[in-house]
């Protein structure tokens, strides 16, 4: 499930809300290890859910770095290398 939390700090632009979002649905999930919550409980996962994804937008505001932006699309390039060489590996 975390496989798909990915980094959302120091890009340009700037990590949208839905990244946010989908980054603490994900945390979410793999704490509560529900993909999909019970009426029950669901919510709880949802408050958890907002509130994690707020924080996370407070945490990407106050970070400082004089490191340069980095390209999404060329990350997400280095991934797809990254993946081709450790899956042609095995």
């Known amino acids: 499930m975390c496989r798909n939390i990915h980094t959302l700090y120091n890009f340009e632009p700037a990590a949208t809300a839905d990244e946010v979002h989908a980054a603490a649905l994900q ?5 509560s290890g529900s ?3 019970s009426k029950a409980n669901a919510e709880a996962f949802e408050r958890a859910v907002e509130e994690i994804a707020h ?3 407070h945490l990407l505001a106050d970070l400082v770095t004089t490191a340069p932006p ?4 060329e990350e997400a390039q280095k991934a797809r290398e990254r993946s081709q060489r450790r899956f042609a590996a095995a």
């Open 27 to 31: 945390f979410v999930r793999k704490i």
């Open 35 to 37: 993909t999909k919550p």
């Open 70 to 73: 980095k390209n999404r699309e």
């Open 55 to 57: 924080i996370s937008r």
